[in-house]
């Protein structure tokens, strides 16, 4: 059984920084993706950013493309989502979630996620 981990959220004002940070463990982890969901309150919760794992290669939401970067630690069962330009529209819990599968927008085809952290973007 695999087991993320989740932390680094906060508070901070509109234009500040976050970075989240997710620890993978288990007996074997190798996922297709790494992946990081958010969820509003009143809301569905949403794609943000994804990394392939092997391949190392990224795909964002249209909302967060240049001001979020998603990014594999020197740990290889680590994985970072580097927020800049926060804005208060980014206010919510953040997953991070791992899956086998290949899909990887849809929160149905995760198998893992992280406890959630929270972040919050005052004006």
């Known amino acids: 059984q695999v087991q993320l981990v989740d932390s680094g959220g906060g508070l901070v004002q509109a234009g500040g920084s976050l970075r989240l940070s997710c620890a993978a463990s288990?007996?074997?982890?190798?996922?297709?993706?790494m992946t990081w969901f958010r969820q509003a309150p009143g809301k569905e919760r949403e794609f943000v950013a994804t990394?392939?794992?092997?391949?190392?290669?990224?795909i964002y939401r249209d909302s967060v493309r240049g001001r979020f970067t998603i990014f594999r630690g020197d740990a290889k069962n680590t994985v970072y989502l580097q927020m800049n330009s926060l804005q208060p529209e980014d206010t919510a819990i953040y997953y991070c979630?791992?899956?086998?599968?290949?899909?990887?927008?849809?929160?149905?085809?995760?198998?893992?996620w992280g406890q959630g952290t929270q972040v919050t973007v005052s004006s």
């Open positions: 979630a791992a899956t086998n599968s290949g899909g990887y927008y849809f929160r149905e085809s995760y198998e893992y």
């Open positions: 288990g007996r074997t982890f190798n996922p297709y993706f």
């Open positions: 990394i392939n794992w092997s391949a190392g290669s990224s």
